[in-house]
Nanobody
Framework: QVDLVESGGGSVQAGGSLRLSCVPS?????????MAWFRQAPGKEREEVAY???????RYADSVKGRFTISKDNPKNPLYLQMNNLQPEDTAIYYC??????????????WGQGTQVTVSS
């Protein structure tokens, strides 16, 4: 079962932009959440790229700071990842993850199937 559905991946040249979207497959949104975008490149471990929660806290991996923006305008909107100035090292499968009504640390129990982002030089 896939809890989240990502879209917006594709192939771009270096310096280009993409915007990823993530929505719940159930169509049900929650007012309390922590959500994140992860990525996994071939032969590498999965890494958290950007995080956002319903308190408004955001954080980014150092490698994407200043280039990527995570957003969710309100609880009933999709989660977005705006990716600008993409570089070949950003090539990976990007996954959306979520926890609703988290208690303590965010434990991502809901995941999407991933969307491929390919950046050519």
């Amino acid at each position: 079962q896939v809890d989240l559905v990502e879209s917006g991946g594709g192939s771009v040249q270096a310096g280009g932009s993409l915007r990823l979207s993530c929505v719940p497959s159930s169509g049900i949104y929650y007012s309390r959440y922590c959500m994140a975008w992860f990525r996994q490149a071939p032969g590498k471990e999965r890494e958290e790229v950007a995080y956002l929660d319903s308190d408004g806290t955001t954080r980014y991996a150092d490698s994407v700071k200043g280039r990527f923006t995570i957003s969710k305008d309100n609880p009933k909107n999709p989660l977005y990842l705006q990716m600008n100035n993409l570089q070949p090292e950003d090539t990976a499968i990007y996954y959306c993850a979520a926890e609703y009504y988290p208690v303590g640390a965010c434990d991502y129990t809901r995941w999407g199937q991933g969307t491929q982002v390919t950046v050519s030089s």
